[in-house]
């Protein structure tokens, strides 16, 4: 029986699997955590609209009925495509017969890994809990703070990057503060928040039409957000942020900032040994394999894929379709047959902005507002995993829509527990 090893359970990885369940191969599924993640959602969790199992579940459970699927937690060092072999963290080997490398992308702070400290970015629900505790507890120290300065300060956010994540993550800021937090403090008036979000190019999503791309702005200023483009951030600390526009260069004092300006692709590409593009994604063959390894296959982020001469975009749609085709092409080769070359289907884009505000376009059907709003809310439902979670979900957005309020804002740290825990990391051995 042929071994297939997946790396990776995203959205790529996990229709990969489902793809082969049938198949007469022997299948183990390698992954740093222990859950899928729909990560489309993941700022939601990270601003407090949603509890994490509302958008996580375990890949044994959602893979249990697969018989010929093992599943192991653990992180993979390298791989050694001429042995045909996986080496993980424990130096411990897995031999395969055919490899799907589906292992994504990772914050690119270009060159400036120093400023992660200070901005995170969103990939994981770990940097979901951090996000969400640093923007909780900005409004607590504001609260403390008797310096005017100093707590403006604190109710400034900044988000670096208008691309779908930062568009969403600004808008559900600026929302929280002038409707969720309303009349929860005595000293500081949350309504006084500022929302800053900067971005390096000439308009926001610079993936959409023009025309979309200027709705989506136009939403995001009548929500409240100070939309800024043309901005080049040169310096991040804990203080504020330095970027540079026309007028020369800026300064904007800000004690929380969040990264979505970049991503990388895994550094597992590297293993290869192949051609990499600018963003280090792994340049592939038609049926998405690896030139001379005919065996291997590479999806989702972190392929730099073509699709009838267009690059293939790094969407969940896009890494869904590339493990199903990724299957289906191992399926024929073991059977001696030929491999199809992938044919992205664009089943549109979405993004939303705020409480009814979105841009959607599907096909040459380009619209925005409630009815692109409506249209994500149920179109992201629908993709959730498991009846629960969508249950979950439609129970929270529903009593967030009613109320403005937000269940999932318990912070599990105390104040001076990070202090500690760093005190620890320090006096740890080696």
Same mark, same amino acid.
């Given at each position: 029986?042929?071994?297939?090893?997946?790396?990776?359970?995203?959205?790529?990885?996990?229709? #990969?699997?489902?793809?082969?369940?049938?198949?007469?191969?022997?299948?183990?599924?390698?992954?740093?955590?222990?859950?899928?993640?729909?990560?489309?959602?993941?700022?939601?969790?990270?601003?407090?609209?949603?509890?994490?199992?509302?958008?996580?579940?375990?890949? *044994?459970?959602?893979?249990? &009925?697969?018989?010929?699927?093992?599943?192991?937690?653990?992180?993979?060092?390298?791989?050694?495509?001429?042995?045909?072999?996986?080496?993980?963290?424990?130096?411990?080997?897995?031999?395969?017969?055919?490899?799907?490398?589906?292992?994504? &992308?990772?914050?690119?702070?270009?060159?400036?890994?120093?400023?992660?400290?200070?901005?995170?970015?969103?990939?994981?629900?770990?940097?979901?809990?951090?996000?969400?505790?640093?923007?909780?507890?900005?409004?607590?120290?504001?609260? *403390?703070?008797?310096?005017?300065?100093?707590?403006?300060?604190?109710?400034?956010?900044?988000?670096?990057?208008?691309?779908?994540?930062?568009?969403?993550?600004?808008?559900?800021?600026?929302?929280?503060?002038?409707?969720?937090?309303?009349?929860?403090?005595?000293?500081?008036?949350?309504?006084?928040?500022?929302?800053?979000?900067?971005?390096?190019?000439?308009?926001?999503?610079?993936?959409?039409?023009?025309?979309?791309?200027?709705?989506?702005?136009?939403?995001?200023?009548?929500?409240?957000?100070?939309?800024?483009?043309?901005?080049?951030?040169?310096?991040?600390?804990?203080?504020?942020?330095?970027?540079?526009?026309?007028?020369?260069?800026?300064?904007?004092?800000?004690?929380?900032?969040?990264?979505?300006?970049?991503?990388?692709?895994?550094?597992?590409?590297?293993?290869?040994?192949?051609?990499?593009?600018?963003?280090?994604?792994?340049?592939?063959?038609?049926?998405? &394999?690896?030139? @001379?390894?005919?065996?291997?296959?590479?999806?989702?982020?972190?392929?730099?894929?073509?699709?009838?001469?267009?690059?293939?975009?790094?969407?969940?749609?896009?890494?869904?379709?590339?493990?199903?085709?990724?299957?289906?092409?191992?399926?024929?080769?073991?059977?001696?047959?030929?491999?199809?070359?992938?044919?992205?289907?664009?089943?549109?884009?979405?993004?939303?902005?705020?409480?009814?505000?979105?841009? @959607?376009?599907?096909?040459?059907?380009?619209?925005?507002?409630?009815?692109?709003?409506?249209?994500?809310?149920?179109?992201?439902?629908?993709?959730?995993?498991?009846?629960?979670?969508?249950?979950?979900?439609?129970?929270?957005?529903?009593?967030?829509?009613?109320?403005?309020?937000?269940?999932?804002?318990?912070?599990?740290?105390?104040?001076? #527990?990070?202090?500690?825990?760093?005190?620890?990391?320090?006096?740890?051995?080696?």
């Amino acid at each position: 029986m042929h071994h297939v090893i997946i790396l990776g359970c995203g959205f790529g990885g996990l229709a #990969a699997a489902r793809e082969l369940a049938k198949a007469d191969v022997r299948i183990t599924l390698i992954d740093r955590s222990n859950h899928h993640l729909f990560q489309p959602l993941l700022y939601q969790v990270a601003t407090a609209g949603l509890s994490a199992p509302a958008i996580s579940a375990p890949i *044994r459970h959602i893979l249990a &009925s697969q018989s010929n699927l093992t599943t192991i937690m653990a992180a993979v060092k390298s791989i050694d495509v001429a042995q045909r072999r996986v080496r993980l963290e424990d130096d411990s080997e897995i031999d395969y017969d055919y490899l799907v490398v589906a292992t994504g &992308s990772t914050h690119s702070y270009f060159g400036r890994d120093d400023w992660a400290a200070v901005a995170p970015g969103l990939k994981t629900l770990e940097d979901a809990f951090n996000i969400r505790r640093r923007i909780l507890m900005a409004f607590e120290y504001a609260e *403390r703070e008797n310096d005017p300065e100093k707590r403006a300060a604190w109710l400034t956010f900044t988000v670096i990057g208008a691309g779908a994540t930062g568009v969403e993550m600004a808008g559900t800021l600026i929302e929280i503060a002038r409707h969720t937090l309303r009349g929860e403090f005595r000293r500081i008036d949350p309504l006084q928040t500022r929302v800053v979000l900067l971005e390096g190019g000439e308009r926001v999503l610079q993936a959409y039409p023009p025309d979309l791309s200027e709705k989506a702005r136009q939403q995001l200023v009548k929500l409240g957000v100070e939309v800024s483009t043309g901005s080049r951030v040169t310096e991040i600390d804990q203080a504020g942020v330095t970027y540079t526009t026309t007028q020369g260069a800026q300064q904007l004092a800000s004690r929380t900032v969040i990264w979505s300006a970049g991503v990388a692709a895994s550094p597992l590409g590297k293993e290869l040994g192949v051609a990499l593009d600018r963003a280090g994604r792994v340049i592939v063959e038609g049926d998405l &394999s690896i030139p @001379a390894h005919p065996e291997v296959f590479v999806i989702g982020d972190l392929a730099a894929a073509s699709s009838e001469g267009k690059p293939v975009p790094g969407v969940s749609p896009a890494a869904k379709q590339m493990g199903r085709l990724a299957a289906i092409n191992i399926r024929h080769r073991i059977a001696g047959q030929g491999t199809e070359v992938f044919t992205y289907q664009d089943l549109g884009s979405l993004a939303t902005i705020g409480r009814k505000a979105a841009i @959607a376009m599907v096909g040459k059907l380009k619209f925005s507002g409630y009815p692109a709003w409506l249209f994500w809310l149920f179109v992201h439902v629908y993709f959730l995993i498991g009846f629960r979670n969508r249950l979950m979900v439609m129970m929270d957005w529903a009593w967030a829509y009613l109320t403005f309020k937000r269940s999932a804002r318990v912070i599990a740290d105390t104040v001076g #527990a990070e202090e500690k825990k760093d005190a620890v990391k320090q006096n740890e051995p080696g």
